[in-house]
């Protein structure tokens, strides 16, 4: 695995296995994932604390007190997702399509690990990847 960082020590680039993960960043934070020049997925943040998600479909995502993602609706105003998580980022009670968001971070790049600015947490492990 091959990381790349910017001037501000955020990570801008995955090499896993020969796919190329480029990670933008916004003055709001991480805004955008991408494969190449193929969107993977696009996170605006909107009044409130909500956020607008924009991966294979459109959804909006309401948060908690810590920016974990509690509920997700669609644009119809219908349940997209709704999710729980534990004490350390797991996932229990989940039901409609899984929307991971563990205290503001995604799981972007790998499955059941939290991408957060300077290193990755791992939910069922309950503890980071790396030391810092």
Do not use: C
Request: glycine residues 12%; proline residues 5%; without cysteine.
């Amino acid at each position: 695995m091959g990381l790349t960082y910017d001037a501000l020590g955020r990570m801008v680039e995955q090499n896993r296995g020969g796919v190329y993960t480029q990670i933008l960043y916004s003055p709001v934070g991480k805004t955008a994932i991408m494969n190449g020049q193929t969107r993977k997925t696009i996170n605006l943040p909107l009044p409130g604390g909500a956020t607008a998600v924009y991966d294979t479909t459109f959804h909006y995502r309401y948060g908690d007190w810590l920016g974990s993602s509690r509920f997700s609706s669609t644009t119809s105003r219908t349940k997209f997702s709704d999710d729980a998580y534990a004490p350390y980022g797991e996932n229990y009670a989940e039901s409609g399509t899984v929307d991971p968001s563990f205290t503001g971070n995604d799981q972007d790049t790998v499955s059941g690990t939290y991408d957060f600015l300077f290193r990755e947490y791992n939910a069922n492990q309950g503890r980071w990847i790396r030391p810092s």
